[in-house]
């Protein structure tokens, strides 16, 4: 009968040793996030496009040479850029890389700008274009390879000017 308590202590002892070693792995990786997230907002004669995504993964995917190889990105980042070099090359990127069409007519863009919020290893890029069509019925929008699966949301926002006191009644 104590030959056969060896078991379980064993299978507890091997457990708990996996779970130590896995688990930093695990919390370190929670954090850290490579999906990216856009969110395209119409206006009345503009387009604003703003993505979310995380700052190393997308620079060491830009980075790789296998990553390149493999079809992921097209476009390989130089090696050794300075900070302002590596802001003008995503830029640029995400210029080129980049299209939208309202209405089947690709727009320019007017602006491509991009910044690094406080405490986040995330990176913000805004991209702004502006039409001329009295209403857009159709978007088409389609982003750098590099920056792997999009979460994509459309917001078209109702304007109202309320009075003092007035109440807004939105249908959804």
Aim: proline share 5%; charged share 20%.
């Amino acid at each position: 009968m104590v030959s056969g308590a060896w078991f379980p202590r064993w299978l507890a002892i091997l457990v708990s040793v996996l779970l130590a070693l896995v688990l930093p792995l695990t919390e370190a990786r929670a954090h850290v996030t490579d999906t990216t997230s856009a969110r395209v907002i119409l206006r009345a004669g503009q387009v604003e496009v703003h993505i979310l995504t995380n700052a190393e993964h997308w620079q060491a995917t830009l980075s790789s040479s296998e990553s390149w190889l493999l079809g992921d990105t097209d476009t390989l980042m130089p090696e050794k850029l300075s900070d302002s070099q590596k802001q003008a090359f995503l830029q640029q990127l995400v210029r080129d890389q980049t299209r939208l069409l309202v209405n089947g007519r690709a727009l320019a863009f007017d602006r491509v700008s991009i910044s690094h919020p406080e405490d986040s290893e995330d990176m913000e890029i805004i991209v702004l274009a502006r039409h001329s069509f009295p209403r857009v019925e159709k978007l088409s929008v389609s982003f750098p390879d590099s920056l792997g699966s999009v979460h994509l949301s459309v917001v078209q926002p109702e304007y109202r000017v309320l009075s003092p006191g007035d109440a807004a009644e939105v249908s959804l």
